[in-house]
C-alpha cells in the first residue's frame, strides 16, 4: 500500500465534494473499524473524529496535512466536527497520519463508498470495472512506484475496492482477491481489460454468481480467431454513439450475437436485454 494518507484517499472520486455533501455519521461509524495505534495515556481526541476530519478535509481537496491541518481549523470555527478552540494541532495530525495502518483505512474507506455507490445504483444492474494503474505520486517505503488494481462503479465512477499490485507478479493473480473485497455479487456485470480474459476468472465471477463483458485481443490468439469466425458481417450494430472532442468526431458501434458452443470460453454468452 502507498504510505502516504492523502494517495490512500484521494483514489476516491469523492475527493473534492463539498464537506455538506458527506454523510458523516456513515463515514465515522466506518472509520471506526481502524484500529486506534495509540497508547492510552494522553488520549485527547477520539480516534474516529481525527480520521473523520482526516478524510473529510482529503475529501474537500486538501492535498497536504497542512492544508488537513487549515481544513481542521476552519470546521472546527464553524462547529461542523469539533467545538471551537478543541481543533487537533498539525502536530497531532502529523502523528495520526504516521501511525495509521493505510490498508485498514483504505478497508474503511471502500466500504463506505461501496455503500454509497450501492445505494445511489438502485434500480440498475450493478456493474463493476476493474483496471489496473500507477498511483502517481505515491511510492513504497523502498522509494519503488506503487501500481493498484482497483474495482470502479460504473454507476457513480466510485472506486469500491483495490488490491496493491507487488513489483514482481501482476494484477491476474490478484484479480479473485479484489473480488473478495467487494462481497456479494450477485447479478453483478463485471467490465475488464483484454489482461482478465481468462479462463479462471470467468469461473471465478460464475461462482460468485456474476456475469462478465471482457475484451478479446492478441494475446488470446485462438478465442479472438474463434470469435471473429462468427457471423458479425452479416449483422447491423446493435447501438452507436458518436462523440466529438479535439475537432474530431468519433463512431463507437457494438454488436451482440449468441455465443456458440465452439468458442470454447467459460460461460460465455449473449447478455439479455
Not at 156 to 164: H, L, Y
Request: net charge positive; glycine share 10%.
Amino acid at each position: 500500500m502507498t504510505s502516504s494518507l492523502t494517495n490512500v484517499l484521494e483514489r476516491h472520486p469523492d475527493t473534492g465534494q463539498d464537506f455538506g455533501q458527506i454523510d458523516v455519521g456513515s463515514l465515522r461509524a466506518a472509520l471506526e473499524q481502524v484500529p486506534d495505534p495509540r497508547a492510552r495515556r494522553g488520549v485527547r481526541y477520539p480516534f474516529a473524529d481525527l480520521l473523520l476530519v482526516l478524510v473529510c478535509a482529503v475529501f474537500s481537496g486538501a492535498k497536504t496535512l497542512t492544508m488537513i491541518a487549515e481544513w481542521a481549523r476552519h470546521a472546527a470555527g464553524s462547529g461542523q466536527l469539533f467545538p471551537a478552540g478543541k481543533v487537533p494541532s498539525l502536530a497531532t495530525i502529523h502523528r495520526i497520519a504516521a501511525g495509521i495502518d493505510p490498508k485498514a483505512l483504505d478497508t474503511a474507506v471502500n466500504a463506505w463508498t461501496r455503500a454509497r455507490a450501492r445505494a445511489l445504483a438502485r434500480g440498475r444492474r450493478p456493474a463493476i470495472a476493474v483496471d489496473g494503474k500507477e498511483a502517481r505520486g505515491a511510492k513504497n517505503g523502498g522509494g519503488t512506484r506503487v501500481f493498484l488494481m482497483a474495482a470502479l462503479d460504473h454507476t457513480t465512477g466510485t472506486v469500491i475496492g483495490q488490491e496493491s499490485i507487488g513489483e514482481k507478479t501482476n494484477e491476474i493473480p490478484q484479480f479473485g482477491a479484489l473480488m473478495d473485497r467487494l462481497g456479494d455479487l450477485s447479478g453483478v456485470v463485471v467490465t475488464a481489460d483484454a489482461l482478465h480474459t481468462q479462463a479462471g476468472h470467468a469461473e471465478d465471477l460464475h461462482a460468485r454468481g456474476a456475469h462478465y463483458v471482457f475484451t478479446v485481443k492478441t494475446n488470446q490468439p485462438k478465442l479472438r480467431k474463434r470469435i471473429s469466425s462468427q457471423t458479425w458481417s452479416t449483422r447491423k450494430p446493435g447501438h452507436v454513439r458518436r462523440e466529438k472532442a479535439h475537432g474530431r468526431t468519433t463512431v463507437w458501434s457494438a454488436t451482440a450475437q449468441k455465443a456458440q458452443a465452439w468458442i470454447d470460453f467459460p460461460h460465455a454468452a449473449r447478455p439479455s436485454a
